[in-house]
């Protein structure tokens, strides 16, 4: 079996391991109090320039998700999400259990929600006479690249980071993939873009050749507050922290997380001109290392012989949108033989 | 600085390095549904003679403790623990924040509790005509070893789950160091008593030459219902789990988890021994791999020029008591070095 | 101002006053353990012909919601209620407080929803591969008559109990003007429906009748273990509990509730024929005693100097769904000034 | 059965029930923004000369403290309380369940703590380098009078606060009993005191003449930020508001609050003097309406056939602490029967 399921199936690349393997027995402070978490921060902080952003490093994004709108959240306040976004439909409501209702915006396939829906939804709450009868809605939630892949432009960014501005909202952005939305085509919101626009965000290290691993940079000073003790609570510090350290360490240097980043999209770009070049329309348009096509269920039952990838969505009665993902570990070899097994059927 | 001050100071033994190296490109899928944990798990369930008890990675121990408790109590009920255990005073009131009081025994600094004081509290409660304006205690919590080291002899175990099961009471066993309560001097409880005594335990591996990891073993089939959900919700879910049971793998084969645990568990005894010889009492009676010398305040300043270890309590102006710990990693001539330093103050 | 804007704008019924009055110098226990409270609750196991129902009086109706929500559910589970149930819009994320989703399922206007939405809800969840990353749908919630005075009949109730027990789901009935829906035009779903189909149920007080008050009815023995406990941990137990149990005895006795009850009904419907009869469109069909025409904004202006209503939803740019309620209380000169007023228009 | 075991046992002081007589037609908005609680508020303003400060009627004790705890806490701060206090012992874990801990401190039999207590809590959390890991202090609850109905000086409450505000700490006062601790024998806080010296602190009606309902006083305007969300999610948010406003509308009026704990006070202290007449030492020194004399067990036993009273601390093998409450209702008539019963024993 040849798997293209998802982008977290093998471990880690090679010299994320090389790393670990070569620190393993360096004694270090626990908890993330040692000096590869502080150089690994310190990077990300050069990178976003953001030099006074702080920096914590967390195991995985559901964790990383309801810790930060825990901590930032008062009880009766809400996170707003796309309808397909992650915290809503596939976190066994986390968020919920940490006390805050997740609200909804409608989106399309892409999985983007826009600053207008959000002023429109706040302006609608604050006109509403028993607003105190309602979750009051504080967050918002978008990631980027979304759950299916899309992308979210500067200038989108920017209208949400306004909108947030003006209507006393925190904007957080979830980027468990974050890297491909650097630099795939079409991307244009870079990292200092993101540290400047947003209260908070995450780099992913899980889906972008880490063994594990999120680095969460928290850009408003007020939001990082008593972080750590919100992060120990709920699970998120690791005993062993600078395993977490190294590893970025690592990733933030010398270009590592963009070109595995790179990579993966280029491999995912040759899936979706295969696919186009078969004709199978994509269920939405993701320049990133996800790729949805829409399959004949006949065509899906064959090729299950050999690959694997998830079921999305049911498109009509004999058609279903299917995802394939890369990553940093895919194999050259395994694309060609998906690509002319496509081909060939 | 050579380091003593905890047992989480260094990464992970090299044979668990390696197999993490060599699976590394293995396809496999997602969330601990993979090969290597069902191997893993059948291991443990073999070493705990409970062929049906169910077994989950998660990655640290604040974690399994909350993730457990929030999964077995309804809202109204608390957990039991001595006022000295690790979710009453060193998880950031995690178990709290999952909306369950932790009520607490007395207990001596060895940090056990008995059957008689679980006994007295449980019938305390029943008998009180305002019980309902009270939280239901309904779960014991024990570690072995105890925070300060301590182990329950098997007679006590026995004892406490008698007192469990008449009571209608929970057991479980946090077992982050579980390795050294199995191997030290006076040991007499195994991973088989635990199985048949306890609801639920676990066996640490962060602390016993894992990178990070704990597996969790449930034996009472009802309180794993639906467990995975609520380990998804709290965090607790590896994205690549296989992680762990690569590592649970490893340490569970061959003897590797107890042979670790006596090498610690013996060069501990080399440190107990240099303490004893000096005429520094210490401050519980440990057999495992923390050992607790109470040391006047001037020699400890001495001592810090060159090695960290734990500050633990204040025992009077003078004298303070500190910990000091050994891991897998612990090298010989760094303890040699203490002892040489410790003879010559 | 003559105000019909809800339900809950004067006291209580004189005999409730009365009784209260009458019962003020007795002697009781506090918490609910008085004779009033027995017996009252006795009254209730006859009419509902449910001999071993637990019966617990709550202080309102949003207490009831979600203490009996997290009295029910396991951390995980969730409760699904229509889009515009009460639960979902109008008690400040209450049910999410106490950690868990509420699933929304769409709704026309009447604010009902089918057992075949219940059915196909739970079965999408089973058979996603991923269930245990999504909440697990565990009780239906649904009020009777919904939020827009509607009311499912019995054939409907009946299929969304069926529905529930072949799902394994809990069946709860909000019913804080149950009374309404006892007796309205069309209503055939007795007390004893209720119970017999139900896991658990309330009979609201506070809008009919009682100074404040409902009566929670746990048919299911199993739900109600221990739920004196949630209760007061809730906030919900009223120290002078007896007050309640008056209450209670006076409405549950001679058919008071549901003379109040047809009382209100009826006033509405003479309202609801006004507006017919002026050519405003009804928003959706409540026979109970909530009427929600459809009116002219230039119209409601002019109401507004002498009435008030409540904003309930912008239809089009020139037409706004207001909500007129009658009570135990309304006068019938207050009823006919109205419709002279609308007839005169 | 002559009632003496709790300040509950009855409805409400005539003067209150004639309001509630006199008003029960008026028709008022809901939720609290009626022209009677704005009235009432107005009034306690004055009482308390803190013309700032937010006052918000709930309907219970133990909801006033649950929801402003909650409202005042971040995930990972605690409340500190008396070993005794109402809050860690006497509402089922309700703090708990909003999720934060409870901190006990030991007291004695007063269930008082001091400034000096709370100073070095605070200094050891913050001096211990693993704070992080340890829920974080931040609310000081006392309740005046106390559980065991001692009563803090003036000086006390003064270096409360103090300590509190050196520390960054809220000072929060429970006064369920608030008017006996005004008006007793040695008190010399008043109402000005505590709104100068707390950030919050409650006025309990229904152990002093209501029906039900406690009146929360905000002075720290921080605190009182939407608060109202709060109150309606943890379900304190009464629909029908006014009940609570026309009720302490009276109770703060010609001095009716004052009067009623007076005649609560006296009463109590003819039975104290009773009890010392007789021998029985006092379990604590309480001034106000609740007495605790130690009683043997055999008296008791007869005492019980004729007068309840609560159970409250076995002292030896044959002799109890019991409690004995006067109320507004208590008749004078019963004290002096009681009294000729224990000189007759």
């Not at 199936?9 to 590869?36: I, R």
Request: overall charge negative; some cysteine.
């Amino acid at each position: 079996m040849i798997r293209f399921e998802s982008d977290y199936l093998e471990g880690a690349l090679p010299e994320v391991m090389q790393a670990l393997a070569e620190t393993n027995f360096v004694q270090t402070p626990g908890y993330g109090e040692d000096e590869y978490c502080a150089a690994a921060a310190e990077k990300i902080r050069e990178k976003c320039a953001a030099p006074d952003a702080a920096v914590h490093f967390l195991i995985g994004g559901t964790q990383v998700n309801f810790t930060f709108i825990a901590a930032a959240l008062r009880p009766h306040q809400a996170a707003i999400a796309a309808e397909s976004g992650h915290i809503a439909v596939h976190e066994s409501g986390s968020v919920e259990a940490t006390g805050h209702k997740v609200i909804t915006l409608p989106c399309g396939p892409e999985g983007k929600i826009s600053a207008a829906q959000v002023r429109s939804l706040v302006e609608a709450h604050w006109a509403d006479a028993t607003h105190e009868h309602q979750p009051q809605p504080r967050l918002v939630y978008i990631s980027q690249p979304t759950e299916n892949g899309a992308i979210y432009s500067l200038a989108e960014i920017e209208a949400l980071s306004r909108a947030c501005r003006e209507k006393g909202l925190i904007f957080f952005i979830d980027g468990a993939r974050l890297g491909t939305a650097l630099v795939c085509p079409g991307a244009d919101a870079g990292l200092r873009d993101l540290a400047r626009l947003a209260d908070a965000f995450y780099i992913g290290g899980t889906k972008l050749g880490a063994l594990f691993g999120e680095a969460l940079v928290i850009t408003n000073a007020e939001l990082n507050r008593d972080f750590r003790y919100i992060e120990k609570q709920r699970g998120g510090m690791l005993a062993k922290g600078r395993l977490l350290g190294v590893q970025f360490g690592v990733l933030m240097s010398g270009g590592l997380y963009e070109r595995t980043a790179e990579r993966e999209v280029a491999l995912a770009w040759r899936l979706r001109r295969a696919f186009e070049a078969k004709g199978w329309p994509l269920y939405c348009d993701s320049p990133t290392n996800q790729q949805f096509p829409i399959v004949p269920d006949a065509v899906l039952a064959r090729l299950a012989e050999k690959y694997s990838f998830s079921d999305w969505a049911r498109v009509d009665e004999n058609h279903r949108a299917v995802r394939f993902c890369t990553s940093w570990a895919t194999r050259e070899e395994d694309v060609e033989a998906l690509i002319a097994d496509i081909e060939a059927l």
